[in-house]
């Protein structure tokens, strides 16, 4: 089985300022049609996960383009450039090539 | 637009079962692979069991055997039969299509 681990396990971030989340993967999330199966969610308190960046870096339908996603093979990582207070809650990080897999979860609030 | 409406949760006795439903209106449930993915109180993301369009099935380690995954193309439905229910079952189940769309998620207690 595949394990994500996501770092760190919250952070606390003022307006304005950036954020970076790490996700590691115990093994690659390349898979031989050359897509790399890794996303990003961002589950609002109260709300669904919602999705917000699928293969790594490209954002999903309607995601401000403050958030990008980057990496390969085992090491991924989400960052916010400027934090807004609508971007509180808990991002996970997620494989796809072998069913799915999530990561524990990074509570971001704002300072 | 795609929409995911997940039912059937409730109490239920530990041993007991439940089946949950997930509506899906603006595709057919047959054309992307669906899954079900809870989320126990507090806890973090566990993907629980995938049916691919072609109709294989799969399921975590901890659900194996008691739990079974299908859908209806004609009522446009997937499901979730859980049976022998336990106590760490406890969880929000959302259905999901793919990686995009999810369900509000649906809460299933069991406790005596």
């Known amino acids: 089985d595949i394990v994500m681990t996501q770092t760190p396990l919250s952070l606390s971030v003022t307006p304005g300022q950036p954020a970076s989340i790490s996700c590691k993967s115990s093994q690659s999330l390349l898979h031989s049609d050359g897509k790399t199966y890794l996303y990003w969610y961002l589950q609002k308190p109260g709300q669904s996960p919602q999705l917000l960046i699928y293969?790594?870096?490209s954002r999903f339908s309607g995601v401000p383009d403050r958030f990008s996603g980057s990496g390969s093979g085992t090491d991924f990582t989400l960052k916010i450039s400027r934090v807004e207070a609508e971007d509180v809650g808990v991002y996970y990080c997620m494989q796809a090539i072998q069913f799915l897999t999530f990561g524990g979860g990074t509570k971001v609030e704002i300072k | 637009e795609v929409q995911l409406v997940e039912s059937g949760g409730g109490l239920v006795q530990p041993g007991g079962s439940l089946r949950l439903s997930c509506a899906a209106s603006?595709?057919?449930?047959?054309?992307?692979?669906m899954s079900w993915i809870r989320q126990a109180p507090g806890k973090g993301l566990e993907w629980v069991s995938v049916i691919y369009s072609g109709g294989s099935t799969y399921y975590a380690d901890s659900v194996k055997g008691r739990f079974t995954i299908s859908r209806d193309n004609s009522k446009n439905t997937l499901y979730l039969q859980m049976n022998s229910l336990r106590a760490e079952d406890t969880a929000v189940y959302y259905c999901?299509?793919?990686?995009?769309?999810w369900g509000q998620g649906t809460l299933v207690t069991v406790s005596s």
């Open positions: 293969e790594v870096s």
């Open positions: 603006g595709f057919t449930v047959s054309s992307k692979y």
């Open positions: 999901a299509r793919a990686v995009g769309d």
